[in-house]
């Protein structure tokens, strides 16, 4: 089972699973403390300069916008970031926070390539790229999740997504077959965001779980976003819906439309007027700094945000949304 | 042959459309292969498996999904799980196609979406591998949709984002990518490609409406293999314009 | 990325990812197929003499007994089975169906160790028990799901379970950590009770999951059997309820009362009475004999050995349910 | 100190149940372990988290589960998961206690509860390793619950089944099993047991009432570790036994 292959690129989150397993042993109360906080609160307590930070699910669907917009707010610096992203990684390209990036995807989905990436990267100001597939930088959370070193995968082989990435190829002891073995990540925050939550951290997630089940339990830091907090009556009446249970969680926010301008299934759609906006004016380094003046520096929180748009906008995307028929 | 007027996409989501085949599950990705699917599902495949990477799969497409995590890619689904069962359900041999986009494919229908130029110094970053390299490593069959330009269809691409047949006949294998899978058919602006089975290099097999083979070669940066018989791409038909335009798309987002 | 050590136990299902790839192409219909069948069908369409077989969830808990007593009524042999189990794989041992067992529990739980076991064991019935840990015989389960080789654990390491195991001990080549490789496990067929499913095999379960996920992906034939059939409309009203899909599934068998005399949770307890009765029977070959002919060989089918109960003692199992308050 | 008559099982569980530290993680086994949990929820535990290994986490026993995978042991849960997700949870760090059993123990706690003789042609087969190995590999502290008796407490387990210290000091990191884990402590019929932090051998800590050394020492297969001051365990207060007997076990199914 010797190494045939070794990817290039940089490993930019070391890991050493007993110190993970020290952390949570010592870090993660079991009892149910009430973790009920503002974002403000949230961002500065558990995002700190240079910490690798990861979010869920992403840019337009169930994502922690109000969180993504209050990191940008309180200006931290140096992050290094996984993974794949449309509006929460775009406007912190744009703001400039980005260092270092393990990279599947970040585009405009619909609306194409990232202007913003595009000047971060090609200006130098992000330091470097390493590339993963979306599967394989999921697979490296769950190999954290599982508590172990790495998975294997049969993805990214004879590719320069591996060449450029730093995952390693061995033959399978068992079979003789060629697999690629992905390193655990176990990044420093996440931010994600749900449908319910109560107060202690117990989330409940409708529709599709995206990797929000993999990112909670890889992380160090989990701040959870949700657009309702419930009694915990509710979560113990139905424990088999509990996605993330309380002690992986360190901070709850309460944020309707905390995925605004992206949508929430069964709880509102997408505002595309907003989300266009941002297509629009993040053409120009000019226009990406107006739009964050506008909607992130020149107001206080997610509830002076939200004013922006006023109630018959969000009435509006709530008529919108998905409905179980 | 319908007579009526259609734009360059309405006639590649049709040509991609006629792809799909009844009773098969495929990875959607956004933009023009949900277009293809939905008029699919409305025309030759009506059992048509639609799965989204982010956990959607078997929905009703009613409406135009905006985002392959979009309420719309599980609306009356059949399941709504994550990223992790989907890629999986892939790796396990059950997606027979795969829908892939790119700015470059090459002769063997490998693509690139990381960057132009020099890896770390690049002339242009591109949005990166996402989905696609899992995609083109895992399902049965490819289908990359691409503008036909000499830029894009390129002898070698810069990076190989989502492999194709790699350096030819049995580099997949050799690689350790699952046997038996790999590239079908590239859905262009100008025209059908296949592969052909010795060589596994790119293979015209049918041109669009007025399109002529000059035009193809002249705007292909390899050299194409050429058939015996080369076929012709039916125009969209009026029913398929009238799906695409009353039921699929009516704000006219792609067409 | 040597082999440090390997279990000397034999890999008694060895497997191939590339034919179960291939298998799972040809053999499983992406169609929406009617698979309502009984249990006799089920069990004589997709179990076969000398096959690789497992069950889910165990014993006494949303265990698929109704077709367990169908194993046995049709007197399949040679079975090669993995895992844990209460009543229904010591039913399997009773009637000397069992030829090779990948071990992790088998028991009687609160009432101590299984006299089938010890019999089938020490008397060289079951020719070989490969050792493994309860978290590691899923995982081999979750790898084959996973459609990869093998999954690594810290589970298992410098004891004697590894030594009659088929695992492999390893270094990780990222951070130097020991670790134990899991193979694969593809079971030939698998048996799983459900608390409903529509007719074409999409399922959904309430409660703990067990390993249903798990196992549901990583078998060749899939038996559901389930304590009511649901129009297909129920199932896409919740899609993020269905834990296994239509296209796993081979056949759909409705049984009410299936995992009786185990508990279905929010359906009905379990027959304290009648797992005593086989506690007790089972003690003596005799006994265990006299069990079977009563329970299994002496009814058509499970309609029929429900009548033995009768319906105030199924009432009364229904009364004592775990009820969402 | 109560006058009360009491079982053995009724002390055993009351001597364990003293064990559970509030505000912790506890991985539960069917019988005696659970019996124990709830007595401590009851008096010194109140916010003790049990986790059952099928998936029930975080349950309020207000009956006495019969299996581990039973409703009762996702009684107003926090969360009902399923087995990956328990083990990996103890793998990632998150459990802190697990309670184990066997049909042998030897000094360094290893646990067998797979053949006794020689594995291929055991003179006895037991149930297998279950989920003993994986809580005994994975949570930080392990309780052992046990009959003393010289059979049980061997010099040298058949086969371990379950990693106790495996061959002294050094040997579970060693083998490469997580860094700090390890056997606490041995809840006998007869004692209290602890490890010594040097050797990590058996220890005595403290003796049941009635109990002499010599009476351990008697029953047990090897040489114990013995401390400067051996304590005592006290006997069930008159609270803990009518919680047993009243609330937690009205059937008298195990006391």
């Known amino acids: 089972m010797n190494i045939l292959q070794s990817g290039r690129g940089e490993l930019i989150q070391p890991f050493d699973l007993d110190e993970f397993r020290e952390w949570n042993r010592t870090k993660k109360s079991r009892k149910l403390v009430d973790k009920l906080m503002s974002e403000q609160e949230a961002v500065s307590k558990f995002v700190h300069d240079g910490c690798y930070i990861g979010t869920e699910l992403y840019g337009t669907v169930r994502a922690p916008m109000s969180l993504a917009r209050e990191v940008v707010r309180q200006g931290v610096k140096d992050l290094r970031v996984c993974g794949q992203g449309v509006l929460e990684l775009d406007l912190w390209l744009a703001a400039g926070l980005v260092k270092k990036l393990d990279i599947t995807y970040i585009g405009l989905e619909v609306y194409g390539t990232s202007p913003s990436l595009r000047r971060a990267v090609e200006s130098g100001q992000v330091e470097s790229c390493v590339e993963w597939s979306n599967g ?41 077959l060629k697999v690629a073995l ?69 901070a709850v926010v309460h944020a309707p439309f905390g995925s605004h301008p992206g949508e929430m299934a069964y709880v509102y759609g997408r505002d595309e007027t907003a989300i266009k906006e941002w297509v629009r004016m993040s053409k120009t380094p000019e226009g990406a700094k107006a739009y964050l003046d506008k909607y992130v520096y020149g107001v206080e929180d997610h509830q002076e945000y939200l004013d922006l748009f006023g109630p018959a906008r969000l009435d509006q995307l709530i008529a919108e949304r998905e409905r179980r028929e | ?34 277009l293809a699917a939905m008029l699919a599902a409305k025309t030759t495949a009506p059992n048509l498996v639609p799965i989204f990477e982010f956990g959607g799969m078997g929905a009703i497409l009613e409406d135009l999904p905006r985002a392959v995590g979009g309420a719309r890619t599980f609306h009356k689904g059949l399941a709504a799980s994550g990223i992790c069962d989907t890629m999986e359900t892939a790796q396990r041999g059950f997606v027979d196609y795969g829908f892939l986009g790119g700015a470059q494919i090459d002769p063997y229908g490998n693509l690139n979406s990381i960057t132009i130029g020099d890896h770390d110094h690049p002339k242009a970053r591109l949005p990166g591998s996402g989905g696609g390299n899992d995609v083109g490593s ?56 296949d592969y052909d089975p010795g060589t596994r290099r790119m293979r015209l097999k049918a041109l669009n ?47």
Chains 1, 3 share one sequence.
């Open chain 2, 209 to 255: 409406p007025g399109v002529t083979v000059e035009e193809v070669v002249g705007n292909t940066g390899f050299d194409l293999v050429m058939p015996g018989e080369i076929g012709q791409n039916a125009p969209p038909s009026a029913e398929e314009l009238r799906l695409l335009r009353k039921e699929i798309d009516p704000e006219g987002l792609y067409i």
């Open chain 2, 138 to 193: 895992s399902c049965w069959q490819t289908i990359a949709i691409m503008q036909h330009q000499k830029r894009r269809f390129v002898p070698q691409v810069d990076v190989v984002t989502t492999p194709g047949y790699l350096t030819g006949p049995g580099a997949r294998e050799e690689a350790g990518l699952p046997r038996g899978t790999g590239p079908a058919y590239v859905v262009s602006t100008l025209a059908l490609m």
């Open chain 1, 136 to 176: 394989a930088i999921t697979w490296r959370m769950k190999a954290a999740a599982m508590g172990v070193p790495f998975l294997p995968t049969r993805s990214m082989l004879g590719t320069g997504t591996l060449e450029y990435s730093a995952a390693k190829v061995v033959r399978d002891p068992f079979t003789g």
């Open chain 2, 1 to 34: 042959m319908s007579e009526q007027p259609y734009s360059k996409n309405e006639l590649m989501i049709c040509v991609a459309a006629r792809l799909f085949e009844d009773g098969t599950t495929c990875f959607i990705g956004t933009g023009i292969p949900m």
């Open chain 1, 182 to 250: 992905l390193p655990a990540l176990i990044l420093d925050a996440a931010l994600i965001h749900v449908h319910r939550a109560d107060r202690y951290g117990n989330c409940q997630v409708e529709g599709i779980s995206g990797f929000a089940f993999e990112m909670a339990r890889a992380c160090k830091r989990l701040i959870i976003s949700a657009e309702e907090i419930v009694p915990t009556e509710e979560i113990r009446k139905y424990p088999d819906r509990t996605m993330i249970p309380y002690y992986l969680v360190d």
